[in-house]
């Protein structure tokens, strides 16, 4: 499969990815998302963040599965999360779930500084070889229980999860940034919602339910 072949399923992704925020803007108070997110959505090479022989449906607007239990988020809910964190160049962001990478190199093309904690030490180890051969340099990745976030690294100015704990993990609303945003799944398994939790200047923390949403379990949350 050639990069124009790809390039073409890209586009047909952003424009899926355009119809599906239009279908929702009554949630999400706007029937767009910010350009430069749709922009970094056409750039970043999402077929290779799958397993290879899944890559022909790399571009599809659906979840795949990557090992281990785990997939990668379909294309709207990447672009839609990363649109709510509102990231500038100057930021450094937490994610919790690296997956195979993806998701990080969507923010590392946005923020200054991406630090990225993945539970399973295989898809750890895969994701840095994807992100390196893409040529992130400015993305730090570990192994470890993202329920206690990166407190060496904290504060930071955005958190992004791709997990879902029952509640939001205290350890990640303290590593967030007065002024900053998290969003994150949280919720039981049949009755999640996808977050935006906002902490203003003071310290002080609000919550708004965005949309319902299907996310595997945060591992570790129990041992919270």
Excluded: C
Excluded at 115 to 126: D, F, G, N
Excluded at 188 to 199: D, F, G, I, M, W
């Amino acid at each position: 499969m050639s990069a124009e072949y790809f390039s073409v399923l890209r586009q047909q992704m952003l424009a899926e990815i355009a119809a599906e925020t239009i279908y929702v803007s009554a949630r999400l108070g706007k029937a767009a998302l910010d350009g430069r997110v749709m922009e970094v959505m056409g750039k970043v090479l999402r077929h290779e963040y799958v397993p290879i022989e899944l890559q022909p449906y790399a571009y599809a607007n659906v979840p795949l599965p990557i090992g281990f239990d785990k997939t990668i988020s379909q294309p709207f809910i990447v672009a839609l999360m990363t649109d709510l964190l509102d990231i500038r160049a100057d930021e450094t962001v937490l994610e919790i779930g690296t997956g195979l990478g993806y998701q990080a190199a969507i923010l590392a093309e946005l923020a200054r500084k991406v630090y990225s904690v993945e539970i399973i030490e295989e898809l750890a180890r895969q994701a840095k070889r994807r992100l390196g051969r893409q040529g992130y340099a400015n993305i730090e990745l570990r192994v470890g229980n993202g329920y206690h976030g990166w407190p060496e690294h904290a504060p930071f100015d955005k958190v992004i999860v791709t997990a879902a704990p029952d509640l939001i993990p205290a350890p990640l609303i303290h590593q967030l940034k007065a002024g900053g945003k998290m969003v994150i799944p949280a919720g039981l398994p049949e009755a999640q919602q996808l977050v935006l939790v906002e902490k203003d200047r003071q310290g002080r923390v609000t919550t708004k339910e965005i949309l319902r949403v299907r996310f595997s379990e945060l591992e570790g949350a129990d041992q919270g």
